[in-house]
């Protein structure tokens, strides 16, 4: 049995469990340079360190942001951006000390929602995280590709240098805003090295940005891969989007048609696009757009149950009594009618029964509560009910996360 402490990180042990980090992600280590210009993006707030006596053996680190839920509104969310746990201390319950320190300190702050990206599907479910959006990887074949005739061509697209990358993105991201549910906010501390490390006057991606009738409203970061060989000399390039957001359908078909028209690229590869981003239909002929694989994405943690169910909308339909059960924050566990109109805690009798994962993976629309019951996930009380929860949590649009953390 391993002897450890989990508490929060230091000042001076940044570094140190971002190296810890790294190293059970197989990253190579950063060297000094990059840590000097890159660290401000790892801040002691907000990390949980385990310690067996002064070394870090785990690491679960979160920022905070907001994140957009169904009907538009914006809820404070916890994004987990970084676990790990040393190889040799591995299997002995340390991250589960750390996820416990971590949504009690989450619980703590009044934050409803925790966010984060799975290195594997089957780790978080135990913690009350449930997959709550899917993304998809596209391969667009080039020079085949071509955006059909009634495609609207409106606005300009231009390079920027990697100076403007730098400071314009961040901004017009801001611009674009929360347009689907699942979409984060991005703190100053996400930008140096998820962005500028890469767009920036060392990194190898490019940068272009969009311009409509109001301005500046869409940017697409992406790098290109030569792919040529002895035996495919006339492979070309893939050209490969990092990230991709417009403001409208119109910016973001024009920075489809812009990325098709790049010389010397055989293929675009997108992968964690939206599950229904129309660019099939863009295309006039929808085989060159082909979705390779349809993946997890972004996994929810309803972290205060009432306040999270209480911020989304509802379709019109009879309401549902869900049972919810949570064994690590059990404050959450209880009953919540849900109605068109809102929710509200009850005693009345459950219609359908369900982990919070489970809730997790129904808030945002990803899964209908029918899916997830045909699956075993939810306990149906009452038949009618999962059509009437489908009614209430279908969402017209998929959600989508869109950020990297
Ligand atoms: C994933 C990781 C953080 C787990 O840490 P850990 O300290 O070994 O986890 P714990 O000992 O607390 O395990 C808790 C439970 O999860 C299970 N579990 C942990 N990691 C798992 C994995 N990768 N796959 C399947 N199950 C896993 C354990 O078997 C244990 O199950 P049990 O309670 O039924 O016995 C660690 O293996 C790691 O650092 N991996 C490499 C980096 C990584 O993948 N980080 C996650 C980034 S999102």
């Known amino acids: 049995m ?10 001076d042990e940044r570094r140190s469990t971002f190296d810890l980090l790294g190293r059970s ?7 000094d340079e990059t840590w000097t210009r890159f660290g401000s993006s790892w801040p002691a707030a907000h990390k949980f360190g385990a310690f067996d006596g002064g070394a870090p053996i785990g690491i679960a680190s979160s920022f905070t942001t907001e994140i957009a839920v169904p009907g538009g509104g914006v809820l404070a969310l916890a994004a987990v951006d970084g676990v790990g746990v040393r190889a040799d201390r591995t299997r002995r319950g340390v991250l589960t000390a750390m996820m416990a320190a971590q949504l009690a300190d989450f619980a703590a702050r ?3 929602l925790a966010a984060l990206h ?9 913690f009350g995280y449930g997959s709550a959006a899917l993304g998809k990887t596209l391969r667009v074949t080039r020079p085949a590709a071509r955006l059909h005739e009634r495609v609207p061509v409106e606005g300009d697209v231009r390079l920027l240098t990697p100076e403007e990358a730098v400071t314009e993105i961040p901004g017009l991201y801001r611009r674009i805003g929360l347009s689907r549910a699942g979409m984060i906010g991005r703190p100053a501390a996400w930008w140096p090295i998820a962005h500028e490390r890469l767009a920036g006057p060392d990194g190898s991606h490019v940068v272009a940005v969009h311009s409509g009738p109001d301005g500046d409203d869409g940017f697409v970061v992406y790098d290109t891969v030569d792919t040529r060989t002895l035996d495919a000399p006339d492979e070309g390039a893939v050209l490969k989007v990092r990230d991709l957001h417009a403001a409208n359908p119109v910016a973001g078909a024009a920075l489809w048609r812009f990325l098709l028209s790049v010389d010397l690229v055989s293929a675009v590869h997108a992968r964690h696009r939206p599950v229904d981003e129309p660019l099939a239909v863009l295309l006039t002929d929808h085989r060159h757009a082909r979705t390779l694989d349809v993946e997890d994405d972004l996994w929810l943690r309803p972290v205060d149950v009432a306040a999270a169910l209480g911020a989304r909308t509802y379709r019109g339909a009879e309401p549902v009594v869900l049972a919810v ?6 404050g959450n566990t ?4 849900v109605t068109s109109d809102g929710v509200r805690r009850t005693d009345a009798a459950a219609d359908l029964a369900l982990d919070v994962d489970t809730l997790g993976m129904l808030y945002l629309g990803q899964w209908s509560a029918t899916a997830l019951a045909q699956a075993g996930r939810i306990e149906v009380r009452d038949p ?8 209430l949590f279908t969402t017209v649009t998929a959600p989508w996360c869109g950020t990297h953390f």
């Open 384 to 391: 009618a009910a999962p059509a009437r929860a489908d009614e």
């Open 2 to 11: 391993t002897d450890f402490a989990v508490r929060p990180v230091t000042e």
């Open 334 to 337: 209880g009953h919540y009618e």
């Open 118 to 126: 799975a290195s594997e599907p089957t780790i978080y479910g135990r």
């Open 25 to 31: 992600l197989h990253s190579n280590r950063v060297g």
């Open 325 to 330: 059960r949570d064994r690590m924050l059990p």
């Open 110 to 112: 009044g934050i409803p």
